[in-house]
């Protein structure tokens, strides 16, 4: 996520600034791929546990229900071929294949930031979660009511690592 941190939601900013910690990049894709998260809603409820919010597996299922058709149409094509693109076929010339790849990395970003602002407005027009005692509380519980969605333990050193990396003094400017 290379996009600029002052614009957009707080959610997008949040995000933007929580995806550049050391660590942190690895660890989403890391689930992403051995887990199926969706690192946009991963990031969702990361951004709530921030605000000691903890959802339950009821409601991330009817978050995953409102938005994998988005991802499905937009966002999963998108970085297949952006990552098809990395070893492009012959009949392009490299540097031509490799700044059309980039050229389809901003819009696979762009689908993601639709994506994240369109949940900012979800979580703003409800009631969503309930209070948690603390930060760490919350994102446990979040982490955990996530991998229960989707049937199936995450790696526990990315989750470890995303859960340092929320609770350092950068990942927690003033909104």
Same mark, same amino acid.
């Given at each position: 996520m290379t996009?600029?941190?002052?614009?957009?939601?707080p959610?997008w900013?949040?995000?933007l #600034?929580f995806?550049?910690?050391?660590?942190?990049?690895? =660890?989403?894709i %890391?689930? &992403? @791929?051995e887990?199926?998260?969706?690192v946009?809603?991963?990031l969702f409820l990361?951004?709530h546990a921030?605000?000691k919010?903890?959802l339950?597996?009821?409601?991330i299922?009817?978050?995953?229900?409102r938005?994998a058709p988005?991802?499905?149409?937009?966002?999963?094509?998108?970085?297949?071929?952006?990552?098809?693109?990395?070893?492009?076929?012959?009949?392009?010339?490299?540097?031509?294949?490799?700044?059309? #790849?980039t050229?389809?990395?901003a819009i696979?970003?762009e =689908?993601e930031? %639709?994506? &994240? @602002?369109a949940m900012h407005e979800l979580?703003?027009?409800?009631?969503?979660?309930?209070?948690?005692?603390?930060?760490?509380?919350?994102?446990?519980?979040n982490?955990?009511?996530?991998a229960?969605?989707?049937g199936?333990?995450?790696?526990?050193?990315?989750?470890?690592?995303?859960l340092a990396?929320?609770?350092?003094?950068?990942?927690?400017?003033e909104e």
């Amino acid at each position: 996520m290379t996009a600029s941190a002052s614009s957009g939601s707080p959610f997008w900013r949040f995000s933007l #600034r929580f995806y550049r910690q050391d660590g942190v990049a690895d =660890a989403c894709i %890391l689930l &992403q @791929e051995e887990a199926g998260v969706d690192v946009n809603l991963l990031l969702f409820l990361l951004w709530h546990a921030r605000r000691k919010r903890t959802l339950s597996a009821s409601e991330i299922a009817e978050l995953e229900r409102r938005i994998a058709p988005w991802r499905e149409m937009t966002v999963i094509p998108l970085r297949t071929m952006r990552r098809a693109l990395k070893s492009p076929p012959t009949l392009v010339d490299g540097a031509t294949a490799e700044l059309f #790849r980039t050229r389809i990395k901003a819009i696979e970003l762009e =689908a993601e930031r %639709l994506q &994240q @602002e369109a949940m900012h407005e979800l979580a703003g027009a409800s009631t969503m979660g309930t209070g948690a005692p603390s930060l760490e509380a919350a994102a446990r519980a979040n982490i955990e009511a996530y991998a229960a969605t989707c049937g199936r333990a995450f790696p526990s050193p990315a989750t470890e690592a995303l859960l340092a990396a929320l609770t350092r003094p950068e990942c927690n400017p003033e909104e």
